[in-house]
Each structure stands twice: as C-alpha cells, then as structure tokens.
Nanobody, 126 residues
Framework: QVQLVESGGGLVQPGGSLRLSCAAS????????IGWFRQAPGKEREGVSC????????DYADSVKGRFTASRDNAKNTAYLQMNSLKPEDTAVYYC???????????????????WGQGTQVTVSS
C-alpha cells in the first residue's frame, strides 16, 4: 500500500523555522519526483518545490526561494522541507506528493502527481 505521511507542522512565530518530513511506505522514493505543496484557507493548492529523482536538484516557487530547502534521503525513504524565516503568509496546510520519473515538470501542477500525503498544518503567528 502506497502511503505518504507528513509530520513536523505546528505553530511558529514569524522569523522562526520548521522542518517538515514526508515518510514514504509501500514503495521506494528513489525513482520518484517529490513535490511539496501548500494550501491556505480559501486559496488553491500551490506548488512550493519539486525535487528531481536523478540528481536531486530542486526548483522552488519564487515566494519561498532563499528561505525553504527541500531535500530527500532515499535510504530513509523520507523527504524533508526545511522552512526558515517563516512569514504569516506561509500559513497553510503543507502536502508532499510524488510521481514516478526523473525530472520535475516546468509547472508546479497538482495534476503531475500521483500520490499525496494527508497534509500537516503550519501556522505562522505571533
């Protein structure tokens, strides 16, 4: 059974940091593209990052460049999203998603991904 489980969300003050984890089970992450998305109340789900499976290079949305770092540890079958310098506008439910393949598509489209986690809430507030 393919499953993705996110963890690490919570309440943090502006300027703070959180690290999200995405643990995969039922399959190996080695040959999957990994995406992180977020969805704020009343807004569409938006792409945050996408990490290739071959060279582990990552594309980021402009809104998080320089603040967020996505990584993957295939040995642990887990992906991570390190979020620094958090802002109130980063508040959202964060999801990881995967699709088989080597390279990220040029767009952060939800339709590119086959499997999704259940999401973890991140709230940035003082």
């Amino acid at each position: 059974q393919v499953q993705l489980v996110e963890s690490g969300g919570g309440l943090v003050q502006p300027g703070g940091s959180l690290r999200l984890s995405c643990a995969a089970s039922g399959f190996g992450l080695d040959y999957y593209v990994i995406g992180w998305f977020r969805q704020a109340p009343g807004k569409e789900r938006e792409g945050v990052s996408c990490t290739n499976s071959n060279d582990h290079s990552t594309d980021y949305a402009d809104s998080v460049k320089g603040r967020f770092t996505a990584s993957r540890d295939n040995a642990k079958n887990t992906a991570y999203l390190q979020m620094n310098s958090l802002k109130p506008e980063d508040t959202a439910v964060y999801y990881c998603a995967v699709t088989p393949g080597s390279y990220c598509s040029s767009s952060f489209s939800v339709w590119d991904y086959d499997y999704w986690g259940q999401g973890t809430q991140v709230t940035v507030s003082s």
